[in-house]
């Protein structure tokens, strides 16, 4: 995981912040290129989305900014010959940090609302594939995600995802 920084403009006016710009991410996409942009608004506090991955040949980096509001986004590395391999990884996203978490291929995603009416922008590096989609549930025990808030909503999707197999450590994404 990487964590992206922008450097917002002010003045009496307000502010300018550039969200994302192909030439001062190159390090970090490579030859990848944005081929869709999400937006999500989430109202209560404590909800969760997630976790969800795409899985090979699908799979996808993510680069994703909180635009209102506040959340706890989270990574859980499910890249089976990473040296961080089923651990997690989570970020305070707001407008007012200016922060961006970046994702790579193979790792899982959600994130738990903090404050009513947060909002999230995703960049995606491929397109969502439904026949790829994965998802691991938010509180499985072999993963330990501290989720800050007691859990207000989550979908019956996300509810129902497996839990990782001890034997096998879960989905391969």
């Known amino acids: 995981m990487l964590v992206v920084t922008s450097n917002p403009h002010t003045d009496p ?8 710009c192909q030439r001062e991410l190159a390090y970090v996409l490579g030859e990848r290129r944005i081929v869709q942009i999400n937006h999500s608004r989430t109202t209560a506090a404590g909800a969760i989305r997630g976790l969800h991955f795409q899985r090979p040949p699908h799979a996808e980096m993510k680069l994703v900014r909180c635009l209102r509001g506040r959340v706890w986004d989270v990574a859980v590395d499910l890249r089976r010959d990473s040296p961080t391999f089923l651990r997690w990884h989570a970020e305070e996203l707001t407008p007012q940090y200016q922060r961006m978490l970046v994702l790579p291929e193979g790792c899982a995603h959600g994130f738990q ?11 995606h590096t491929a397109y969502y594939t439904p026949a790829a989609e994965g998802g691991i549930r938010y509180d499985d025990p072999r993963i330990g995600i501290h989720w800050p808030l007691p859990v207000t909503d989550i979908s019956p999707r996300d509810k129902s995802h497996p839990l990782l197999d001890s034997d096998h450590c ?4």
């Open 113 to 123: 609302v903090l404050e009513p009416d947060s909002e999230l922008l995703y960049l």
């Open 170 to 173: 879960g989905p391969a994404p």
């Open 13 to 20: 006016r307000g502010s300018f912040a550039r969200l994302f």
